[in-house]
């Protein structure tokens, strides 16, 4: 029987008797279900999903969740509580009317949403879970700004239209639409008289600074414009962009030493540091920026071309050689890379200097290695087996001229043997003797 599809029956009981006429006498009962606990509080949605401003305060309704259960009072009661996934006490729900509040401002910035896990339950042991997706929708609640008041750059005379000069950054602790900035410029030039948008233009996206004219240090070799940062929200900053314009590239860049040695540990991962190059230019403005490269492209390795980090483009597997003992051992194994110092401009004074990484951790190298060794044992094999296929003739050759050479020799003692033994019996006829030699 189930109480919740028939609480309780309606039953008329008959009894009669066998005479003739026969009688009969009936009654009226009913029977009641009693109720036990025996079904789970269910949710009306599997998930819930909502989106909240990141500016709602604390005490907003975010959502009310419903659960039911179909058992009789007082095992119908549900109560709800957080389960998991507020571990920053950020939501409160009310245990009887299933609302969810925010308990404290959310920040889009530092968590974009969150997963809270919502139980109802009967009290008595039954309870069901379901998952609320928050949504936390960003609001242009902070203003972008420049780390520096003046951005000092310099540009070199005689150089294209174009050419690079400095690269504008704000920061904008808003993420998405409000963390995107443009930018402009807003003032003329003072020192010069000449407006900054005649000499410069900005990219309004990226903020690199670029030069609009080819710059004559003996007419002018400075210049002074403010830049603009706009958000998304009308949100802007300022900062002021002093340009120098410099003479031509006299220095080489110099780096602290002409080979630099590192190593490879075992189990490292890609893009995990290795060491650390470093070259200075005494130059200045942007022939002293240093920036570093590699020449020649390396399946393992790549720098940073900026800090002048060099770190691996792959995993560096292990490789290892059983020796005696069952121990591990390794024979030591390098590669030698070209690095290059320079700065960001294509007519750039350039010095290289040494790379050594020991890779005997790794398998770097080893196919390329294995090739190479397999063609040496094949060439080798083959050298040997023409020397011996060599040998061979010779040999059947330097026989086969002794053996012809002796056959000539028994063939020529034969054929005058014969002669001699027809000339004998040719005169013994006329009483004259013959003295014959035998030969050898």
Not at 181 to 197: A, D, H, P, W
Not at 281 to 287: I, K, L, N, T
Request: aromatic fraction near 6%; glycine fraction near 8%; include cysteine.
């Amino acid at each position: 029987m189930d109480f919740e599809a028939t609480p309780l029956y309606n039953l008329t009981v008959v009894v009669s008797d066998r005479g003739v006429p026969q009688r009969s006498s009936s009654v009226a009962a009913v029977i009641t279900i009693g109720d036990v606990n025996d079904n789970p509080p269910v949710f009306g949605r599997a998930e819930y999903a909502v989106s909240l401003s990141e500016a709602a305060a604390a005490g907003t309704e975010i959502l009310r969740l419903t659960a039911s259960d179909p058992d009789s009072a007082p095992n119908a009661e549900v109560q709800y509580s957080i389960s998991s996934g507020d571990e920053m006490d950020l939501f409160t729900v009310d245990q009887w009317t299933g609302a969810l509040r925010l308990q404290r401002p959310l920040d889009h910035e530092h968590q974009s949403s969150h997963v809270v896990i919502v139980q109802a339950s009967d009290g008595h042991g039954h309870f069901a879970l379901a998952p609320v997706n928050v949504e936390v929708k960003d609001v242009n609640d902070n203003r972008p700004f420049f780390p520096i008041e003046t951005l000092t750059a310099s540009v070199r005379e005689n150089q294209p239209v174009n050419s690079a000069v400095t690269i504008l950054h704000a920061i904008d602790h808003d993420t998405g639409m409000y963390g995107q900035l443009t930018y402009c410029i807003v003032e003329r030039g003072q020192e010069s008289g000449v407006m900054g948008r005649e000499a410069f233009t900005i990219d309004q996206t990226s903020g690199e600074v670029k030069a609009k004219m080819t710059f004559d240090f003996e007419k002018v070799n400075s210049f002074n414009f403010v830049a603009l940062a706009v958000d998304a929200g009308n949100h802007s900053a300022t900062v002021t962009v002093q340009v120098y314009v410099t003479g031509e590239d006299e220095y080489d860049p110099l780096f602290i030493s002409l080979e630099f040695t590192f190593q490879v540990p075992e189990g490292a991962k890609r893009g995990q540091s290795i060491g650390q190059v470093q070259a200075n230019d005494e130059d200045g403005g942007v022939d002293g920026i240093v920036l570093y490269s590699l020449p020649y492209t390396s399946p393992y390795f790549e720098v940073n071309k900026t800090t002048g980090v060099v770190f691996l483009k792959m995993d560096a597997s292990s490789s290892r050689s059983s020796g005696k003992g069952g121990r591990s051992k390794r024979e030591t194994r390098t590669m030698t890379l070209d690095i290059q110092a320079h700065s960001p401009l294509d007519t750039s004074r350039v010095t290289t200097a040494k790379l050594i990484i020991d890779v005997t951790n790794t398998s770097f190298g080893l196919v390329t290695d294995l090739n190479v060794l397999l063609i040496s044992i094949i060439t080798v094999s083959l050298g040997v087996i023409a020397l011996l296929v060599v040998m061979a003739v010779v040999i059947f050759l330097v026989k086969s001229k002794r053996r012809r050479k002796h056959k000539g020799q028994d063939n020529r003692a034969m054929n005058l043997e014969t002669a001699l033994q027809k000339l004998d019996e040719s005169k013994s006829g006329g009483s004259e003797r013959v003295y014959r030699q035998a030969l050898p």
